[in-house]
């Protein structure tokens, strides 16, 4: 597959909701290459992405923002570098009931620190109410020691309307 | 004039942990301040207890006061590591007297405006609530409106029930930042857009504010309510004596995803958060009208989202230029907004 540079890159832990947030966007149902779970990640879901998930919004003209969803496991980070060549920004996703949400975003920040640089993120913490292990202001506490003032917003993953308004917000820092 | 005056507080500032060459150093610095029509006094070191801490961290008598500190103390801290929290201004050592006589100056100037406007409000206040323990209702010219009130019960961390115009009653506990009515969502919304001055405000215990468990009220987050009534206020004014050339800065986004919102605010959030700049910079940055960006800064303000960027008034002055992007991949992102229905 020929890795398109009209592109947005969804990240973030496993089970933070990258595939359903680039389905509920999305004019198509995404590429997944989904398995059946077999490390840990089972004891989070029964299916996990090992290669990445892509699909598009159309534009008319035949234009298209491509969505590029990475695999959440660490072992495929080696993957992370070659798919943000040429994104337009990056949008991560954090799973609230992690047992270290707030350090898992450092994590990402910190793996994506280059391209964030050159173009810009959004942060989505998806999976409140379920088992909170921080609330929004650890999240904006954490990035004003960072000295990072990036958007993070409560996603519902499921939610075209949620996902929407934080592609808008990656769309207004880079406009 | 008179009434500026005789609102005036005198602004204390104390230390804790100071050497004597700093503490001298200090009230020279307030004597700068005095100098400048700004009502102010040192009240000496091993004290806690002014509306300006400045500590020496590097001291255990600084060390261990920094706890004890109130959130509502501007604190500036004397240290080799920066600090970083809610009015705190951390100056890494060694210390020059330029600088702390800038940055006092600075807040006192900020604190002398909020101090006399607080006065004034709660004077308001509690006027209307005089006049109300007949249970009469009280339309004041320029008296508190819904914002206003509630803004007023979160700083003060009190407990009041509110009618406007005669809508439900809210009540407001600003010790728990919650509010609770039986209203429903749809008039909740109206009572909090309401710009009108026909409002009643009654001081009530803790106790007697209404919780979920009662079955019969309604209860979310008064940081919400917050939001939505500061958008909506339209007095034209700035909260707490800002003023448009006041360089100011974003300390977190709006959580847009759970609140009220227009693609307007999504462009000021951007604006904002890239680099601390006067409210006038930023509707020259934006082309966002001023009217729109006082609203945008006074909701952002009441839910500690905004505040004065210390130290950085000399940015005012800069022209501030948008970020270059082709105008290839401008197109798009543009058409992307349109797509998603933000533009």
Known sequence: MRLETDKIIFTGPVGSGKTTAIRSISDEAPVCTDVQATDGTRQMKKTTTVGLDYSYINLGDGKRVHLYGTPGQDR???????????????????????????????????SFKDFIAETGVVIGIT???IEDNACLRDYQLKL???????????????????????????????L | MTNERSMSVPIVVSSQGLAERDQRALKLVVEFVISRDIPCRYIGDGNASGHIVVVDLETDEGHDVLKKLRPGQVKILFSEERIVGKNIITLITPIKFDVLKKIVIEICR??????????????ETERAIKELSNNKEVALKDGPNIFNVLFESKKEKSCIKVSVDGMPVIFVNGVDGVLATEAGIEKIQQI????????????????DVPTA?????????????????????????LLDGYSVDDVVKLKAWPNFTRNNFSPDHLKLSAALSSQAMSLRNLNALTQVPLNEIILFFNACYAVDLVG????????????????KINSKRRNLLSRLADRLGFS
């Open chain 2, 308 to 323: 004065m960027d210390v130290g950085n008034e000399n940015k005012k002055n800069i022209i501030i230029e948008k970020k």
């Open chain 1, 76 to 110: 495929f980070s080696f993957m992370w570098k070659i798919l943000v060549r040429g994104g337009i920004g990056l949008v991560l996703l954090i799973p609230n009931d992690h047992e270290d949400p707030v350090g898992q975003m450092e994590f990402y920040l910190d």
């Open chain 2, 192 to 207: 909090l857009s309401s710009n009108s001055r026909k409002i009643s405000v009654k001081e009530i215990s803790y106790s």
């Open chain 1, 127 to 129: 999976r409140s109410g």
């Open chain 2, 110 to 123: 900020q604190l002398q405006s909020q101090l006399s406007r607080r006065l004034q409000n709660r004077a």
């Open chain 1, 144 to 174: 004003s020691e960072r000295q990072q003032i990036y958007p993070v917003f409560e996603v519902d993953a499921r939610s075209g309307s949620d996902v929407s308004i934080l592609v808008n917000a990656l769309l207004a820092i880079l």
């Open chain 2, 213 to 237: 468990s009662m079955g019969v009220v309604s209860v979310s987050p008064l940081e919400h309510a917050l939001w939505l009534a500061g958008l909506s206020w339209r007095s034209g004014s």
